[in-house]
């Protein structure tokens, strides 16, 4: 596999990469990480379908064009971490059928809306954390339905309602430690059916939590 290290100042477009790589890999990993990039073109990594791994982080990114990632069918991971993203829009909403990390911790994004991840079918590990995400719209996890591991830690969450997780059968570890968390609905997590560890440490709970009517038997709740 090759891997660039790619240093850059400023706006990330087409043209940079045609003129830096000049021919068609079958197989790359992009590394764009402390570049100081600001902004990214839409149609930057149009014919370049062979990349699996894209690292954008520690950047200044504040948002991401919609079609970013059209065609990057053989992408597996993606690095947004330490950057400024407020927003991405339906980026991930793409067909991106083989990827299974992506992480957008350690940014500026406050709320997670409905069918944010529709195209990522077989995402397995997905961070949010360290953001300021208060809101969580209804259907905003749909489509991940194979995810096994994700972090919503040192967020704005205050609450947790029944159907915020309904979508995430396959899920293992899921993480809301260091939240504002104060009520939880009855059922929030019980479609969480192979849920082995819930993280609420550092949440303002209530003592008297009735936790059956809440997670399955057998998961393992750190409070």
């Given amino acids: 596999m ?12 087409k043209d940079f990469l045609i003129n830096l790589f000049g021919v ?4 790359v990993v992009i590394d764009m990480s402390s570049r100081n990039i600001k902004t990214i073109e839409a149609e930057t990594f149009i014919g370049y379908n ?11 990114l504040e948002t991401l064009p919609d079609g970013l990632l059209y065609g990057l069918l053989k992408l597996k991971f993606i690095n947004l971490s330490y950057n400024r993203i407020q927003s991405f829009g339906k980026v991930f909403a793409e ?8 992480d957008l911790s350690i940014n500026n ?6 069918n944010s991840f529709i195209g990522l079918e077989v995402l397995d590990n997905l961070w949010l954390d360290e953001n300021q ?16 591991n994700l ?30 968390i104060a009520t939880i609905q009855p059922n929030s997590f019980k479609a969480l059916t192979n849920l082995k ?16 009517e809440i997670v399955n038997p057998g998961v393992q709740v750190l409070v």
């Fill in 2 to 13: 090759l891997i660039m290290a790619i240093n850059f100042n400023g706006t990330l477009g």
């Fill in 95 to 102: 067909d991106l059928t083989r990827l299974r990390e992506l």
């Fill in 133 to 148: 995400i208060g809101t969580i719209e209804p259907n905003a996890f749909n489509g991940l339905t194979r995810l096994t």
């Fill in 197 to 212: 560890e819930l993280d609420l440490r550092s949440n303002p709970l209530p003592s008297n939590i009735n936790w059956s």
């Fill in 24 to 27: 068609e890999l079958t197989a």
């Fill in 50 to 60: 062979n990349l699996e791994l894209i690292d954008f982080s520690n950047n200044l």
């Fill in 151 to 180: 972090r919503l830690s040192s967020n704005r969450i205050v609450s947790i309602e029944t159907d915020t997780f309904k979508y995430l059968s396959n899920l293992i570890t899921l993480d809301l430690s260091s939240n504002q």
């Fill in 109 to 114: 994004l406050t709320s997670i809306s409905a």
